[in-house]
């Protein structure tokens, strides 16, 4: 476990932390004045690091040289860059300590805090601009320590816990609901107004994931099994790419499922949620594309946790009427985080291909017609 300290003074500026993978979300901007269903990004006593520069100042495309950009492993234009420093570390807010805001700092939207402005926290010791605190609507709340401001250090005496097994994460870990109820702040004259939406967790993943089935696609119609996975995948995936040529087959793989068919050409597999490493099979083919998940969403569409129709304890009685309601499920069809999408997917090499470049050029267009 580890502190972080004032690189000014040394005072101590948070709780002691574990470390594990940024959160694939991380960055997500979820509709306008939306109070998402869970707002904190970190779990407390975790922290993770960013190892792509984040925050101002931020330099649009027309001032980058694209083999600049393309060093930075960035090969299709985007709005802009930042040219902040690389390894922010983000976690809960409530594990800073000995920190003060900077109320010229305060900027953001509506509801809260938003980082644009720059550091808005400083140490309470020494005044050391030394991280941003995020907490606006349609954010997921946050502190990012700036990391030349902040040292990392050991905590004496803590015990080293090793990294979960993928065969302990598959029996302990906890999946991620695909759906949630997402609350808006105003719209509605009774006040709070609500209803049950894709999980934003999942509309950033399947944006992350879909990237790369497109650039494992080859340009080639991909299916994927029937089910859930179906329906977050199988529409995006059938209006991106063209119809003729033979399918690639995507399967699901990983801890606990059965050894995947020799001639599956895409895995879909989880990344661990602590260390942020892709599971790999012991004979995959040298051929087959491996597109990560998140764990949580990974493990709910292996091993979903069903609605149960009858109370767990037995059934119900002859004479009484069941009044249960139904699973709650989203009005509308699912649609993937374009932003999720198109930072992934300008980060792949593949995306130099002239086909999937037009994808990208046309994204603002599949949002209107509520593909993404």
Request: proline share 12%; with cysteine.
């Amino acid at each position: 476990m580890f502190v972080f300290v004032c690189a000014g003074c040394g005072a101590r500026l948070t709780t002691p932390l574990s470390q594990v993978a940024l959160p694939s979300h991380a960055h997500q901007k979820y509709g306008n004045g939306i109070q998402l269903p869970v707002p904190v990004l970190m779990e407390s006593g975790t922290f993770a690091v960013d190892p792509e520069p984040w925050g101002p100042p931020w330099r649009t495309w027309e001032e980058i040289d694209p083999d600049q950009a393309a060093a930075r492993g960035i090969y299709a234009p985007v709005y802009a860059l930042s040219d902040g420093a690389p390894g922010a570390i983000v976690i809960a807010p409530g594990d800073t300590s000995g920190t003060l805001l900077i109320p010229e700092k305060g900027g953001g939207y509506c509801c809260g805090l938003d980082g644009a402005d720059g550091p808005n926290m400083a140490c309470e010791t020494c005044g050391l601009s030394v991280a941003s605190r995020i907490d606006d609507c349609s954010l997921w709340q946050a502190v990012w320590l700036a990391p030349n401001a902040v040292h990392r250090r050991p905590v004496d005496n803590a015990d080293a816990t090793a990294p979960l097994s993928w065969a302990e994460l598959a029996t302990e870990g906890k999946g991620t609901p695909p759906f949630e109820p997402i609350i808006a702040t105003w719209g509605s004259r009774l006040g709070l107004n609500h209803w049950w939406s894709w999980s934003p967790q999942w509309e950033a993943a399947v944006g992350q994931a879909l990237a790369h089935l497109l650039a494992a696609s080859e340009g080639r119609p991909v299916t994927v099994p029937d089910g859930l996975i179906a329906e977050v995948f199988q529409r995006a995936l059938d209006a991106l790419l063209p119809t003729g040529p033979p399918a690639r087959r995507a399967v699901l793989a990983g801890p606990g499922r059965p050894a995947p068919d020799a001639d599956a050409d895409i895995l879909l597999v989880p990344a661990h949620p602590q260390t942020g490493e892709t599971w790999t099979p012991a004979n995959q083919a040298a051929s087959a594309y491996s597109v990560p998940l998140p764990f949580g969403v990974w493990l709910w569409l292996a091993f979903p946790e069903p609605h149960l129709p009858v109370p767990a304890s037995g059934g119900m009685p002859d004479s009484v009427l069941r009044d249960d309601p139904p699973a709650p499920h989203p009005h509308h069809l699912f649609r993937a985080d374009p932003r999720a999408f198109q930072h992934t997917l300008v980060r792949l090499s593949a995306v130099r291909s002239p086909w999937l470049r037009e994808i990208l050029e046309n994204l603002t267009q599949h949002m209107r017609t509520r593909l993404f």
